[in-house]
């Protein structure tokens, strides 16, 4: 299961890079998350994903750091249900409205956390 979590690095990785050489790309993402309730089931991807990096990080290369991700994904995940749809709606639009630049500096924090995701499992 660990090959999961390096494909979950992988694809986090890749999507840093997308969003870095296209920061459209990030605003239609965000675009995608803001329509209906659709936030609500990345919380609850980010509530699994972490579920799964607890249950494997034993296994790891750096169980404390998949260990540590697992937990921040849960908690992320269930921040979007305790902070609910309007002001979670809000924090997407806050980012919606940055330049392009910050979109490609955040982009490279992306691609850092999910290097870090792939090499730790």
Do not use: H
Request: charged share 15%; aromatic share 12%; net charge positive.
């Amino acid at each position: 299961m660990l090959i999961f979590i390096n494909a979950i690095g992988i694809l986090i990785t890749a999507m840093g890079i997308m969003i870095l050489l296209n920061p459209k790309a990030g605003k239609k993402m965000m675009a995608f998350w803001r329509q209906g309730k659709n936030i609500y089931i990345g919380g609850l991807i980010r509530v699994l994903l972490g579920g799964i990096f607890l249950y494997y990080a034993p296994q790891a290369r750096l169980p404390m750091a998949i260990f540590a991700l697992g937990v921040l994904a849960i908690l992320g995940g269930l921040f979007i249900f305790i902070l609910g749809l309007e002001k979670t709606k809000a924090i997407l639009d806050c980012w919606d409205k940055k330049p392009e630049r910050s979109l490609r500096l955040l982009s490279l924090l992306v691609i850092v956390f999910g290097a870090l995701i792939f090499y730790s499992a």
